[in-house]
Every structure is written in C-alpha cells, then in structure tokens.
C-alpha cells in the first residue's frame, strides 16, 4: 500500500516538472477580441522597450530578419521589441516601404505564385481565428507582403513563410494601434 502510495506522488510530481510550458500554455489565453477568444497566444520571444540611438523617426519600423525582431521606433531614444517570424530561404527580402493599408480580422486570398507551390491551399479565406493573417494586417506597399499576426503562435522566431513578416495576434494587435497608414518599414535583409 505505501509503495502505490509514493509510486503515484513520484508520477504527478514528474508530470508537473516535465509540463510546465503546458501550464503556461493555458494560463495565456486569447484576450477578449470581437467573436474570436478560443485560442491560446503563447510566444517564448516577449515584447520588451529597448534603447534606440539610431536615425529613424519615432513610427518608423525596422523589420531586422537575420535578428527575427522587429523595432518600433518610439520617441525619447527608445523602440519596442518585438518577436517575429521571418521568410524562408529563398523568401528573405529587403527594401524601404510604407503602411499602405491595415485591416482587422483580414481576408486571405493566396498569391498565384503560392498557390503554385501549395495547390491544396484554399483560393480564400474569410478573417477569423483560423485565418493565416491573424487579428491584424499591416500591408507593405503595393507589394504581396504584410506584417500580419498568426494562428501559429509556435512559429515566432523562426523562418518559415513565404516572406510576410509574422507576429503573435497580441503582439500585432499593439503594432497595429501604435502605427498610421503611411508609416516608414525598412526591411533589413
């Protein structure tokens, strides 16, 4: 009797040390967001202010891809940090251009040349929870690319898209109501 006794402690005290990101993955839910609350945001990289003695103009953000960060450039030699997920290789770029455009809970229509690679993808998406964009889109010009949020938290900090710049739907949301259209974007490649 005493030996099932311990024997059963020793196995839930193994599980609680071998699951605390899985605690941790619960406890973060989604915040409260128009009809989409059901998924979990969890991201290892977390938002944090920095010091910034560079040239750029408070609102202008500098997508750092070999870094996987992204820089707000805020006023008073700062700028907000943030984690983000880059394209893979092959889908690396670089170059200067503007917010041209932002939307909540945005549509996804797949590129032509995406679908080339991923036939089984769907032709488009309504925004929502399950959507690839996320909460938040930020388009970049005129080009294919956004700084969107994702429905794959998990992928913050690596490289792995098709050359958007990806961020986690708290995180997006953030940059999204600290940024105007027409807001500088350097991507530094």
């Not at 609350?37 to 202008?60: F, K, L, W």
């Amino acid at each position: 009797m005493r030996f099932d006794s311990l024997l059963r402690a020793g196995l839930v005290m193994a599980s609680l040390v071998a699951a605390p990101a899985a605690f941790a993955f619960v406890v973060q839910q989604a915040p409260t967001d128009q009809r989409y609350t059901d998924r979990p945001m969890v991201s290892a990289i977390q938002r944090e202010t920095v010091s910034y003695n560079g040239p750029y103009a408070p609102g202008t953000i500098i997508v750092a891809t070999s870094e996987r960060r992204l820089y707000l450039v805020l006023g008073d030699h700062q700028a907000l940090k943030y984690g983000i997920g880059v394209g893979r290789p092959g889908f690396t770029w670089g170059g200067v251009l503007k917010v041209s455009m932002k939307k909540e809970w945005p549509d996804w229509t797949p590129p032509t040349a995406m679908l080339k690679r991923r036939p089984d993808l769907p032709r488009h998406m309504k925004g929502g929870i399950d959507n690839p964009l996320g909460a938040r889109a930020l388009y970049l010009g005129s080009s294919e690319y956004r700084i969107h949020g994702s429905n794959e938290p998990d992928t913050i900090g690596q490289a792995v898209s098709s050359g958007c710049i990806r961020m986690t739907n708290d995180d997006v949301k953030d940059l999204y109501e600290r940024v105007s259209v027409g807001a500088k974007v350097i991507v530094e490649n």
